[in-house]
């Protein structure tokens, strides 16, 4: 697994669109080096804080 390791719950949550608690900045950092996108492109793409 190894880039992924410790986003597995996170990630598990984010593909039912739940966001809380929401990705830190970590958490965005380690998926974006998975997906060769910049961790600021992928907060862009998540609705903003709070959101239900």
């Known amino acids: 697994m190894g880039k992924l390791a410790g986003l597995e719950g996170a990630i598990a949550r ?4 739940y966001l809380n608690p929401f990705p830190s900045g970590e958490q965005l950092e380690a998926l974006g080096m998975v997906l060769g996108v910049e961790a600021r492109q992928l907060r862009e ?3 903003p804080v709070g959101w239900r």
């Open 14 to 17: 984010w593909e039912k669109f």
């Open 45 to 47: 793409m998540l609705p």
